[in-house]
């Protein structure tokens, strides 16, 4: 049985997760959204399913992908199997995607003990590394408990005032099409438009294929746009890439993180 002295968070490699992957303590989650979970599903082996959208967003809210509550994530977590003392690797299978949302999550409710796969299931593949076909049998309920950060995230009112703060940068992770207004919105209805005195920093500028870029490559990213300490709030779509964003901010060192979770669908509908 392998044991982990040297996880690192909050990124690490698919040679890492490979060559720990029989740990007892760690703990495999795949939090690809819109994921059909049945027997023909591929997997990294042990992996179980992270379902963002049915069990760890409040799925009564207005607006989609919205926190969930404490307890809510708590009894999801714990049927999930995870533990206090667990070591937990998330993946997407598009590479770094919405495993970023996952990882904030537990950030949001206490726990720091989590890191994202770089390149996730792609990546994986690549390397010719083994694969389950199969669901992940879960027979013991974790013991987690979930303690919420409010500071991590913030909402309409929070993400109003922060837009005055001159102590604030707040990033928008959507394409400069639809950040410039030039597209229109991809949900129904929505309006087109920006959160007053942000910047555009669409995610997809972070990657090279799969994986993020090197710490370097994204230090220099961001000290384009950060002139000083600040604090970061991200925003997107729904508050799955925001997510992104804040990965690759923790990656480069920078603290003072916040993710608006409604994001422009929230924004744009409450001020239109």
């Not at 044991?3 to 040679?15: E, G, H, K, N």
């Not at 206090?84 to 690797?89: E, H, L, R």
């Not at 929505?190 to 005195?197: A, E, Q, V």
């Amino acid at each position: 049985m392998s044991t982990i002295s040297d996880f690192q968070t909050p990124l690490v490699t698919v040679q890492w997760l490979k060559s720990h992957i029989s740990a007892k303590e760690l703990v495999v989650l795949d939090a690809t959204i819109n994921k059909v979970v049945d027997s023909s599903t591929e997997r990294i082996p042990s992996a179980r399913f992270f379902d963002i959208k049915k069990n760890f967003s409040d799925i009564k809210a207005t607006f989609p992908s919205k926190l969930p509550s404490s307890d809510q994530f708590q009894t999801e977590a714990r049927k999930l199997g995870v533990n206090n003392n667990a070591i937990i690797v998330v993946y997407d299978d598009k590479g770094v995607y919405s495993s970023a949302r996952a990882w904030w999550l537990f950030k949001v409710f206490g726990f720091d003990n989590v890191a994202v796969l770089d390149g996730g299931l792609p990546e994986w593949k690549a390397n010719g590394f083994n694969m389950d076909y199969y669901a992940n049998e879960i027979n013991l309920k974790g013991n987690f408990e979930a303690y919420y950060s409010p500071g991590l995230m913030t909402d309409f009112k929070g993400v109003n005032v922060f837009s005055q703060d001159t102590n604030t940068l707040i990033l928008d992770a959507r394409s400069e099409a639809r950040f410039k207004c030039l597209v229109d919105e991809p949900r129904d209805g929505l309006r087109r438009g920006t959160i007053p005195n942000s910047k555009n920093l669409p995610y997809t500028e972070l990657f090279n294929g799969y994986k993020l870029k090197s710490k370097e490559e994204l230090s220099e990213i961001f000290n384009n746009l950060v002139e000083e300490e600040r604090i970061l709030v991200f925003s997107c779509g729904s508050g799955i890439t925001a997510c992104i964003l804040a990965l690759a901010a923790t990656q480069c060192g920078y603290n003072n993180l916040v993710v608006y979770d409604g994001s422009w669908t929230e924004y744009g509908t409450l001020t239109a």
